[in-house]
């Protein structure tokens, strides 16, 4: 599946955005199909990004010099936060980020435009690879690549894990959600014309987040595989990792014979880019799943309002009446758990509706996704999810967990007589008729965000880390 087919979406009229239009994701979408062509798009969109941040406050030390001092003050005091939070767990009290698998997986939904792109930003150093000062940056880059290895890619690994959970069908999700990685992409296509700001913007993505530590300690309770999460705790650390490489980046490009001083305050106005837009916790503490639900289920009606059969009726009416019916989705909930069908705060095992969604011979077996079925037996089981019978049997959701290891593919070496490998048979074919300027352009065009995790991107990553160091 290509990255392009999990960001597809189409907007019904229903779904809720956070902003006045859909604006951000046909920007988004231009920005990764088209990385020669759509530079143009992003300078503009950029300008109008960073004029929005100049209005936003800034927590970076007022001199460069200050900034390792201030990386470590923050990786400090998030370890004590969440050292506080592990205390408190400990102690009984609840999960702080999802109360459910649910919004969980809904979390894992709402970032994925985000995480499909990690890394875009930076893009727009690789030509520059020679060149000391920008070396952080590029090991950066190709780090999030996972050095072409399928197994360290942070796009695939987050593609498998969103499949892995069955929450890959990307449709319906708010606009709002698509600004961040279209600020990302759009960085990374200008980023010759631009590089203080896309240094001071991984100086910011970089440094280590409490909502990072926690939500991989509470996807990991509820058995989803929190490696991905897990995976940037470890790298992006203070001391040797990327927050690290972020503050050397800044220290190392400062300009000494031109205006220092200019160069941070773009570096600083990058650095705010990252509080554009919908945050994680944003996301986390704006979930209402009884909405979502409701969302998910009008989204249905409008492709299936008039496939049932005449045969099943409720208070009087066929489902294909209460699906035409002005009282909507709402109405039709509450006529179920009038009628038994649906029974509230209890196992859903005993709800007639639940049993037509899921089970051995569902009646609509395939018509929800393994997240749609989740909202629905998490809004049906409501307080009984929080009694001990519910955590003994619930904790797994409905699909066998797989550890990170097993979503991807167990060699790095491609199969030479196999068909899926065939683009990196003509990547090799490709380059050895070129001269090595040709070959180091064609390497680069390979990494681009929508290309990098492709069977010909990866070949390519491996071969531009090599050649990089």
Request: with cysteine; proline share 4%.
């Amino acid at each position: 599946m290509s990255i392009l087919s999990l960001v597809d979406t189409s907007f019904s009229d229903h779904a809720r955005s956070v902003t006045s239009s859909d604006q951000w994701q046909p920007i988004y979408r231009h920005l990764l199909a088209e990385p020669l062509h759509a530079r143009e798009a992003a300078r503009d969109f950029l300008d109008e990004r960073l004029e929005e941040a100049a209005d936003l406050p800034c927590d970076l030390p007022d001199s460069p010099d200050q900034l390792h001092a201030w990386s470590l003050r923050g990786a400090a005091a998030v370890t004590q936060q969440y050292a506080a939070y592990l205390a408190d767990r400990r102690a009984g009290v609840a999960r702080q980020y999802f109360s459910h698998r649910a919004q969980a997986l809904s979390f894992l939904r709402a970032v994925a435009p985000t995480k499909l792109v990690d890394g875009a930003w930076l893009y727009g150093t690789l030509p520059h690879w020679r060149d000391v000062r920008m070396q952080p940056l590029v090991r950066t880059y190709l780090e999030e690549l996972g050095d072409g290895i399928p197994q360290q890619n942070h796009v695939l690994i987050y593609r498998k894990l969103l499949a892995a959970q069955g929450c890959d069908d990307l449709s319906n999700l708010d606009d709002g959600l698509y600004l961040q990685g279209a600020i990302q992409l759009a960085l990374g296509h200008m980023g010759s014309d631009y590089l203080p700001e896309v240094i001071g913007y991984n100086l910011g993505y970089e440094q280590l987040p409490l909502h990072l530590l926690i939500s991989a300690f509470e996807l990991e309770e509820l058995n989803i595989d929190p490696y991905y999460f897990q995976l940037h705790v470890t790298i992006d650390n203070s001391g040797t990792g990327h927050a690290a490489k972020a503050v050397r980046a800044v220290l190392d490009n400062l300009p000494l014979l031109g205006d220092a001083k200019a160069f941070y305050q773009r570096v600083a106005l990058g650095y705010r880019l990252n509080d554009l837009g919908v945050s994680s916790r944003a996301v986390i503490a704006g979930f209402d799943l009884e909405q979502e639900l409701h969302r998910m289920l009008e989204h249905k009606r409008g492709v299936a309002g008039q496939v049932h059969s005449d045969y099943c009726r409720i208070e009087g009416r066929t489902i294909n009446q209460w699906l035409a019916c002005q009282e909507g989705i709402g109405g039709f909930l509450d006529a179920l758990q009038r009628r038994g069908w649906i029974k509230r705060h209890q196992d859903p095992i005993h709800s007639r509706f639940w049993n037509l969604v899921r089970g051995d011979g569902a009646a609509m077996f395939g018509v929800f996704s393994d997240y749609e079925q989740q909202l629905v037996h998490d809004w049906i089981a409501g307080d009984w999810l929080d009694t001990e019978t519910a955590r003994r049997l619930n904790s797994g959701g409905f699909r066998k967990n797989r550890q990170h290891a097993d979503l991807l593919p167990d060699t790095t070496q491609p199969d030479e007589g196999h068909e899926l490998d065939s683009e990196q048979q003509l990547l090799r074919k490709q380059l050895r008729r070129m001269d090595a300027t040709q070959r180091e352009a064609r390497l680069i065009e390979l990494l681009a965000p929508v290309y990098h995790p492709t069977s010909a991107g990866l070949a390519a990553t491996r071969v531009f880390a090599a050649l990089a160091g």
